[in-house]
Each structure stands twice: as C-alpha cells, then as structure tokens.
Nanobody, 126 residues
C-alpha cells in the first residue's frame, strides 16, 4: 500500500521560510514525477511546482517562482518543498503528489491513479 505523508507545515510570519517534507512508503519516489499542490481557503487546488523523476526543468507557478524550490533525497524516499519569502497568500493546505502527473510551461496535470498525501497546513500571518 502506498502512503505519502507531508510534514513541516505551521504558522510563519510573512517573509519567513518553511520546508515541507513528503515521505513515501510503498513506492520509490525517485522513479516518479512529483508535484506540490496547494489549496487556499475558498479556492481550487492548484499545482504550484511539479518535476520529473530526474528533476528536469521543473514547472513553477507564477505565484511561487523565485521563492519555492523542490529537492529530493532518494535515500530517504523523500521530496522537499523549500518555501522562502512567504506571503499571506501562500496560506493553504499543501499536498504532495506522485505518479504519472505531467506538466508544461502552463501547469501541472494529475492522473487518476496518482498518489496523494493527506496535506499539511501552512499559515502565513503576522
């Protein structure tokens, strides 16, 4: 059985940083495309950062470009989302996704069989 577990969310002041982790079990994350999706209060879930298994040419949404980065530790079967320069509009539930998701310069698209974590809450507020 596959599980993705996110952690690292919390309350942070504007301008601060957080690093989210997504630990996988039941799959080898290094073999899959991964992405981070965000659902802000009252808004639809959006893909903010997606990358291939080789971390080639990742997609960044305009809202996070230049502030967020993704990295992998294949030994720990973990993907990280480093978030710097956080803004109140970054508030939301952040989800890790792995599987056959695809992306281009215009966004990320998930597949029905992709694996999702349960989400972790990020709140940016003073």
């Amino acid at each position: 059985q596959v599980h993705l577990v996110e952690s690292g969310g919390g309350l942070v002041q504007p301008g601060g940083s957080l690093r989210l982790s997504c630990v996988a079990s039941g799959i080898t994350l290094g073999h899959y495309a991964v992405g981070w999706f965000r659902q802000a209060p009252g808004k639809e879930r959006e893909g903010i950062l997606c990358t291939s298994s080789g971390n080639l040419d990742p997609y960044f949404s305009d809202s996070v470009k230049g502030r967020f980065t993704i990295s992998r530790d294949n030994d720990k079967n973990t993907v990280y989302l480093q978030m710097n320069g956080l803004k109140p509009e970054d508030t939301g539930v952040y989800y890790c996704v792995a599987g056959g998701l695809t992306y281009s310069n215009f966004g990320c698209w998930v597949e029905p069989d992709d694996f999702w974590g349960q989400g972790t809450q990020v709140t940016v507020s003073s």
